[in-house]
């Protein structure tokens, strides 16, 4: 498992790119995520929560085929135990306090090399999820998104800034993310945006991966 340091980790979640099976179909993921890789995301994270433990981990297995020659790291969310069994490179686990395991045991099981994200919707938790040894906290939603049914009123660049202000770890942001908006969140001291719409249902998610950098900043 490669160790990762905060800069390293910065650049790595730059365009961060969630794989849901909500949106792609299983027997499609791989197939839409290599073509983003080619685009030019650096980061993926596996969300496929109707899967059982068994596909989960074949999935996982699978994305690390197409992002370990790429140099992309690959997360899994809440499964730390699929992450594990499929030598991924972390685990991304919920807000602090609610059904997820905390930071501090996505750690202790994962090891000190390994990448451990963590849902923050207020700057305590923030600085909460940086005392537990969290990698990189993902505050949101910046805008109303219909990803994720329990996301919750969008907080705009107001959470961002107040995130920002209370931990030095990377920063993603999610929720609604366009590359004509991401230029405004990374000015506002976001260091990546995670996406997943609007690169797995564009036509070309190559393309569509690209316009990231070419029109929001990346």
């Not at 135990?81 to 905390?102: C, M, Y």
Request: proline share 6%.
């Amino acid at each position: 498992m490669t160790e990762w340091n905060a800069d390293q980790l910065r650049a790595a979640v730059r365009v961060y790119l969630l794989a849901d099976t909500g949106l792609v179909p299983p027997d499609k993921l791989l197939e839409v995520i290599a073509a983003a890789i080619r685009g030019g995301v650096t980061a993926v994270q596996l969300r496929a929560k109707a899967a059982t433990t068994l596909e989960q981990l074949e999935l996982a297995r699978g994305l690390k085929d197409v992002c370990l020659p790429a140099g992309v790291p690959l997360i899994v969310n809440d499964r730390v135990d699929v992450a594990l069994a499929a030598e991924s490179d972390g685990a991304h686990v919920g807000h602090i306090g609610e059904e997820d395991l905390s930071p501090k045991d996505a750690r202790r099981l994962l090891g000190p090399g390994a990448i451990v994200g963590v849902s923050v919707g207020t700057p305590q938790e923030a600085h909460t999820a940086t005392a537990q040894g969290a990698s990189y906290v993902s505050a949101g939603p910046m805008f109303a998104t219909t990803t994720k049914s329990n996301a919750g009123p969008a907080a705009g660049e107001v959470l961002l800034r107040g995130v920002r202000a209370a931990t030095r770890l990377p920063l993603v942001v999610i929720g609604g993310i366009t590359p004509q908006r991401s230029a405004g969140l990374f000015a506002a001291g976001a260091d990546g945006v995670c996406v997943g719409a609007a690169i797995l249902l564009a036509p070309d998610p190559e393309a569509a991966a690209r316009a990231f950098f070419e029109v929001g900043g990346a």
